[in-house]
């Protein structure tokens, strides 16, 4: 260190003599590592980790029924099947988290409370620092009323004393399949345990008790689920305990095995589409999760891609630099400088700006991080605890940074070896070196590479926005009711009152000025639906095939207010049903042509559904979700069972705001007899939708920009340096009778030589980003190749016109000033 | 070009230099006429202004006052790019430090300025530079690059692509100040064969032992022709 403190000084010393382009240099370099890092940490926070709740927490892993869109939940059944079915898996859980009210006398506490299945205390063995678990005699139905509380409710309740256990709660909770606001008494529940801190909850922190889901829940089904049975309402998230001599990659292969193989049928499990998946740790939505880890894990690719830009740019800017230091290195040389020396000198100047660079990063990326995590397409990702003294990043930025430093530092010392006074002012032309050539190349290729993929987010942005999603949004409102409940029955007394409720409902909201239209119905665009109903059908040319089918309701005048295109048939009248109206997917699906007025469905496996119907009417789809999503195969029913969950549509171009009082004023008046949830624009919401993609779409512009901007501002970089360092030379060709024209073209035609190179990595480079980032954050019907072909010609372009000002300066070199040095 | 006027006509020509503090007349109100065929050596003490001079009738330096006319072109009123096509056609230049470019070889060298010719293909340029390298006997060399050539050697090539062109005029600008005297004897001999070939020449020299060789010699004293400039031959 000793040693180094003179080249350290010196270091200091040449910065500061240019501060502003040192300047420049550090940010530059610092804010492509502060990216970088910022991503490189959210994808270390995003690393599955074990939960420090449970003993031996490296074996407990999340067991996910991946759909499409979501992780459905499973029940027992599949629960027990599983545990029985996988020799891989040594116990396994159900989780439901629910609010549950602790009565004390007149005071009410509404706690957080998971329902836990039969292996969740003796199988996955949460930590607990009092007392015992729920034992297995206890999940039974008629098992003993006991509950676990968490260490939180221990301290904040009970003051932390021991004498807690053996003491009652007296528990209640909100029935389940009632239409009106039910509460349930569930008794007195005796504390038998009380968990570690670390155990504050599974999949939700701040969990308050644990309570035995088999002898508790049927306690709270009321209605049509009371005859429906534990066993067959999907309602938990489970957990596994992954056997000690097992792997995590054996036991995933043995759940899609099992699952192939039929194990799982009859078990509430949908049969299309779904992978059986297990994941380390204790993850709520682990799909999620896993997607927001590629997505990020892209973007710390693309931060170190701009880290080696902004590395090369720097190094060629010390190169730049590096005629007007070369008579001091010449003479330090001359004086008997060992180049050992000198190339330690110029190594210790670049570590110093790299040094400063990373401290801004850092700095930077402690800022960026925060951002980043709001990202629209991370949303619904858990974030732990971004930090950035994981070790893991550490390593990461340390490395990044080494590599920085060599980058930086290789331009100067290889300047180094053609170095000599006498050489330095005998120079004639400058020919562009090795490092030149391949650090221009370099950044020309990242920066097309970069801009490909910026460039398939804008065409994918632009297609999205623009798409026929099957109906209309012009001055369209939704009402989303607060939940009303369900109406399990097809008895027609209750489709009467569906009407009636809607025509009186209709009736009130047309008398507030301004509204046009009403309609009723579910689903509705960019509404969250908050429970499906999916049946099933086999089409009758594929008996062993299911067919999914989602139901929804719609009065009549609900395809009118949305412009929903009927193919073929005619939408019934009120009152008329006769007939099922279906979209054309399921159409196609259950008969295999698009034209089936008339025909009949093959029976729906599912309740409420009644007898098969002819079809009388076949609607083009629909994209009520995110436009890559369409809606589900579908029915279209006046009345359902989800006519409870009625969304109400207006056509009306009143603001929110307006609107909203107006309604509060009818439902305080009593005329409108319905509680709301939402009240929202669906081309808003619309917009909420596109969010993850215009995110993704900013993130890699400004990547791109910042790429592009660094390449083309080292390339001109190069070519002053070429032609300033080759003045003499263009001083010669001038007096042999080039005119600035020829001088101009010479620089701009050396400039796109060098630039060659760049553009011909780039083509392959930036067709295979694209290639990889289909189909999960692409589609496929996004133009690779003329993407690759649009930007390498704008590349070409731009490579013409940074070198302009450099062809000018060329052109103006004055030859007989120039010609008279020497 | 056999127009009887004068090939070069410079009447009251200026040349300044001005800095923030200085204006410096490097050349102040130059009369001069060469007529086709004329050899004329140019000659003064350092700082005199004879570079300059040259430079101007090159065509690689601007004037600030008078007029310069080129075989009866008045240079003031063309714009730069007919002042380089010009150069490339009429003039060859010759300097001091040969400035030939090091990773082209003799022949591309030589063959350099024919680049900037319109309508001689790449073969034709070959042909010609190598014809002209035989005259000044370097065509043995023709593969070598310029650093491995002797200082004489390099001189006889910057002749060559000073010739290649076939211009009316060759600029010399102290053409044998990097030689020893074995060479630069052999250099200006090469240049009066040139002379008396039919080619203009115009040499600077401060050397009075080379300038000799002349048919006239100028003298230039602080950028003006010295009162009885006319030397004979």
């Not at chain 1, 994209?623 to 279209?636: A, G, K, S």
């Not at chain 2, 040139?194 to 040499?203: F, H, Q, Y």
Request: proline letters at 5%; a negative charge.
């Amino acid at each position: 260190m000793k040693a180094l403190l003179p080249d350290i000084v010196h270091a200091w010393r040449v910065h500061r003599a240019t501060p502003v382009a040192s300047s420049i240099a550090v940010l530059v370099l610092g804010v492509a590592l502060g990216f970088m890092t910022a991503f490189l940490s959210l994808f270390s926070d995003l690393l599955p980790q074990p939960h420090r709740g449970f003993e031996d927490a490296d074996g407990v892993a999340t067991l996910v029924v991946q759909m499409p869109e979501h992780a459905n939940p499973v029940n027992t059944r599949f629960l027990e099947r599983a545990g029985e079915e996988i020799s891989g898996i040594a116990a396994v859980a159900g989780v439901n988290g629910n609010q549950i009210e602790w009565r004390e006398g007149t005071r009410i506490d509404l706690l957080s409370a998971e329902m836990v299945t039969r292996g969740f205390f003796d199988g996955l063995r949460p930590l607990l620092v009092l007392g015992r678990g729920i034992a297995a005699e206890d999940h039974r139905q008629d098992g003993a009323s006991v509950a676990v509380i968490s260490h939180a409710l221990w301290q904040r309740r009970f003051g932390g004393r021991p004498d807690v256990l053996d003491k009652k709660l007296d528990l209640a909770s909100e029935a389940m399949g009632s239409n009106d606001d039910e509460t349930v008494d569930l008794g007195g529940y005796r504390i038998v345990g009380v968990a570690h801190p670390d155990m504050n909850g599974t999949f939700d922190g701040n969990v308050d008790l644990w309570l035995p889901a088999e002898q508790l829940l049927p306690k709270r089904l009321t209605g049509r689920l009371a005859g429906i049975g534990l066993g067959n309402m999907s309602m938990f998230r489970a957990l596994a305990r992954i056997a000690p001599d097992r792997s995590l990659e054996s036991v995933q292969r043995e759940l899609a095995a099992a699952h192939a193989n039929g194990a799982f049928d009859g078990m509430g499990i949908p049969s299309d589409d779904v992978r059986m998946l297990i994941y380390p740790g204790v993850t709520q939505d682990p799909g999620r999760q896993a997607e927001a880890r590629r997505q990020v894990g892209m973007f710390s690719l693309v931060g170190l891609l701009v880290v080696i830009v902004a590395g090369a740019n720097v190094g060629l800017f010390l190169l730049a630099r590096a005629p007007g230091r070369r008579r001091e290195l010449g003479i330090r040389l001359a004086v008997g400088a060992p180049m050992k020396r000198l190339r330690r000198q110029l190594l210790v100047e670049s570590a110093l700006l790299v040094a400063a660079a990373t401290l801004v990063g850092i700095v930077l990326a402690l800022w960026m991080m925060v951002g980043f995590q709001d990202l629209a397409f991370l949303d619904g990702a858990r974030f732990k605890g971004v930090s950035l003294l994981d070790w893991r990043v550490l390593a990461g930025v340390v490395g990044v940074t080494a590599l920085a430093t060599l980058l930086v530092s290789l331009a100067p010392i290889a300047g180094l070896k053609r170095l000599g006074v006498i050489g330095a002012t005998r120079q004639v032309r400058a020919r562009p070196g090795l490092f030149q050539r391949f650090g221009g190349a370099l950044q020309i290729a990242i920066a097309g590479v970069v801009a490909c993929v910026a460039l398939g987010f804008v065409l994918y942005l632009l297609d999205l926005r623009s798409r026929d999603l099957g109906y209309s949004t012009d001055d369209l409102v939704v009402i989303s009711p607060a939940f009303g409940g369900t109406v399990f029955t097809s008895d027609t007394g209750t489709a009467e009152r569906t009407r009636v409720r809607r025509e009186r409902q209709r009736n009130t909201l047309l008398q507030i000025p301004g509204v046009e239209a009403v309609a009723f119905g579910s689903p509705v665009p960019a509404g969250k639906v908050g429970m499906t109903f999916s049946f099933r059908l086999s089409p009758p040319d594929r008996p062993d095939q299911n067919v999914s089918v989602a139901l929804g309701s719609a009065d009549p005048a609900f395809p009118a207010l949305l412009d929903l295109r009927v193919l073929h048939g005619r939408w019934p009248d009120a009152g008329d049903e006769s007939g099922y109206v279906i979209s054309r997917a399921l159409a196609e699906a259950a008969l295999g042509h698009v034209d089936v007025v008339g025909e009949v469905l093959p029976p729906i496996q599912g309740p409420g559904m009644g007898e098969p119907r002819p079809v009388v009417a076949v609607v083009e789809n629909v994209f009520f979700d995110h436009p890559e999503n369409p809606d589900d195969p579908r029915i279209y029913s006046e009345s359902t069972f989800m006519s409870g969950n009625d969304r109400i549509l207006l056509k009306t171009r009143l603001p929110l705001d307006t609107l909203r009082q107006e309604l509060n004023r009818l439902i305080e008046a009593g005329e409108l007899e319905i509680e709301i949830q939402f009240l929202f624009r669906p081309r808003d919401r619309f917009r909420e939708l596109l969010a993850p993609d215009r995110s993704r779409l900013y993130l890699s512009g400004l990547a791109a920009v910042t790429a592009l901007a660094l390449a083309l501002f080292g390339f001109y970089g190069i070519q002053r340096f070429l032609v300033d360092a080759g003045r003499r030379e263009f001083a010669i060709l001038a007096a042999i009778g080039a005119g600035p024209k020829r001088l101009r073209r010479r620089v701009i035609g050396t400039g796109l030589m060098l630039g060659l190179p760049g553009l011909v990595f780039a083509g392959p480079l930036g067709y295979l980003a694209l290639a990889a980032l289909k189909p999960e954050f692409l589609p496929e019907s996004i133009p690779a190749l003329a993407i690759v072909v649009f930007v390498l010609a704008a590349l070409a372009a731009l490579l013409v016109v940074t070198s302009l000002a450099p062809a000018r300066r060329a052109a103006e070199i004055a030859p007989a000033a120039q010609l008279r040095e020497d | 070009m056999t127009d009887p006027s004068p090939l070069i006509a410079l009447a009251g020509v200026e040349r300044i230099f001005a800095t923030e503090t200085l204006e410096t007349h490097a050349l102040d109100g130059i009369d001069l006429e060469i007529d086709s065929g004329e050899y004329v050596t140019i000659e003064g003490p350092s700082g005199c202004g004879k570079s300059t001079l040259l430079s101007v009738l090159g065509l690689l330096d601007e004037i600030d006052g008078g007029e310069y006319r080129l075989a009866g072109v008045p240079t003031g009123e063309i714009d730069a790019e007919e002042r380089a096509r010009l150069r490339n056609r009429e003039i060859g230049f010759v300097f001091q430090s040969f400035n030939l470019i090091p990773e082209m070889s003799v022949l591309e060298n030589v063959a350099l300025p024919l680049v900037y010719r319109d309508g001689v293909g790449a073969g034709d340029r070959l042909r010609r530079a190598g014809e002209v390298l035989e005259r000044v006997g370097m065509a043995a060399r023709a593969d070598h690059r310029p650093n491995q050539l002797s200082g004489g050697q390099q001189q006889r090539v910057a002749i060559a692509r000073a010739l290649v062109g076939q211009p009316s005029l060759i600029l010399a600008d102290e053409p044998t100040g990097n030689l020893d005297h074995e060479n630069g004897e052999q250099i200006m001999a090469l240049l009066a064969e040139l002379n008396r070939s039919g080619v203009t020449l115009v040499t600077v020299t401060h050397n009075p032992e080379y300038a000799a060789h002349a048919g006239r010699r100028v003298a230039m004293l602080d950028g003006r022709l010295r009162v009885g400039e006319q030397a004979s031959a």
